[in-house]
T-cell receptor, first 112, second 115 residues
């Protein structure tokens, strides 16, 4: 059981570049979410999914896209990177409501 | 939507002392309250949770209490040890019958335990 796997662990992008942060879980969890963590701001929800084919926006969705074609994978796409997107990104999954989330180890993204 | 306030933002204690972190929430429909511990360079990890039909839950040195009337819940750590040093997050969510069932997190408390 690998849990939640995020790749890459570190990434540096130039302003305007696009990229995809990968997230995969092997626990057959229905719920998956992407958070960004900035100093003093806690964990802010970007997008989430409650099952394959279902996604919705969180608190800070602008500049990001997601899709959920399988239960296992939930990639996060940065469309045109901006310095304001410099952050640590966490993917998390849960069996459903009323169950805790399992977090990945994070991706540290720097946009220059 | 749900709003979760967490206090204090930083807590410094001596080894062996107790530590208490408090959270308040705004939506009276919230009924699931997990706590997460995040060590440096790692993702948050669930350490304890409580549901609205329970007032208190304990797991060794960790306990969580819930006051639904006042809409607040607290994390209690007794006999603190240096390895308890981390950032702690509270969260609140509600059963999916309307409103958000994705947890809303507090901003975190940095706990420092001095040897």
């Amino acid at each position: 059981n690998a849990g939640v796997t995020q790749t890459p662990k570190f990434q540096v992008l130039k302003t305007g570049q696009s990229m995809t942060l990968q997230c995969a879980q092997d626990m057959n969890h229905e719920y998956m979410s992407w958070y960004r963590q900035d100093p003093g701001m806690g964990l802010r929800l970007i997008h989430y999914s409650v099952g394959a084919g279902i996604t919705d926006q969180g608190e800070v969705p602008n500049g990001y896209n997601v899709s959920r074609s399988t239960t296992e994978d939930f990639p996060l796409r940065l469309l045109s990177a901006a310095p304001s997107q410099t952050s640590v990104y966490f993917c998390a999954s849960s069996p459903g409501w009323g169950e805790g989330y399992t977090f990945g180890s994070g991706t540290r993204l720097t946009v220059v | 939507g749900e709003n979760v306030e967490q206090h204090p933002s930083t807590l410094s204690v001596q080894e062996g002392d107790s530590a208490v972190i408090k959270c308040t929430y705004s939506d009276s429909a919230s009924n699931y309250f997990p706590w997460y511990k995040q060590e440096l360079g790692k993702g948050p990890q669930l350490i304890i949770d409580i549901r609205s039909n329970v007032g208190e839950k304990k797991d060794q040195r960790i306990a969580v209490t819930l006051n639904k009337t006042a809409k607040h819940f607290s994390l209690h750590i007794t006999e603190t040890q240096p390895e308890d040093s981390a950032v702690y997050f509270c969260a609140a969510s509600q059963r999916p019958s309307g409103g958000s069932y994705i947890p809303t997190f507090g901003r975190g408390t940095s706990l420092i335990v001095h040897p």
